[in-house]
């Protein structure tokens, strides 16, 4: 049985195209947003608050890119849990679960290697802008 494995990480430059291109959207769009990445583990890698930017939004990025971490879309998440009476109910115990769109699950292959996350405008603005973040640097 072997005592360790290897998982893998998004990368510093890969995390810094990413925010590139999302604020770059946000600017083209004239929403002022907060993009977060955060690692496999759910740790912080990379971040951006755009002058503007609420406060609030900090937090919900992340929380965004958290959810995302499950493989899935957050806006997704609520989908994925509507018809399961014990996961509807205990999801709002879970610490950083947001089930709204902006977060998007980094992958490389069927490997989920970070998340991203972006608040700060609608949904759609927030989508949008983690998409761009996410299609910068031709992550699958």
Same mark, same amino acid.
């Given at each position: 049985m072997a ?6 990480? $998004?990368?510093h430059?890969?995390?810094?195209k990413? $925010?590139?291109?999302a604020?770059a959207?946000a600017?083209e769009? +004239?929403?002022?947003q907060?993009?977060? $990445? ?12 755009m002058d503007?930017a !609420?406060?609030v939004s900090?937090?919900?990025a ?16 609520y989908?994925? $849990?509507k018809?399961?009476?014990?996961l ?21 292959g ?6 991203? +996350? ?5 949904v759609?603005?927030?989508? !949008?802008c !983690?998409?761009a973040?996410l ?6």
């Open positions: 005592q360790t494995f290897t998982k893998q990480s $998004i990368s430059e890969t995390t810094q990413m $925010i590139t291109a604020v959207k600017q769009l +004239g929403v002022p907060v993009v977060a $990445i955060l690692d496999e583990s759910g740790l912080l890698k990379a971040f951006c608050r503007g !609420a406060l900090i937090e919900v992340q929380n965004k890119a958290y959810t995302a971490l499950f493989g899935m879309p957050s806006r997704d998440f989908n994925f $849990i018809d399961d009476p014990a509807l109910v205990g999801v709002p115990h879970i610490p950083r679960i947001a089930i709204f769109g902006g977060g998007l699950p980094i992958k490389v069927d490997k989920v290697v970070g998340g991203i +996350g972006v608040s700060g405008g609608t759609e603005q927030d989508v !949008a !983690a998409q973040g299609d910068a640097p031709k992550v699958e």
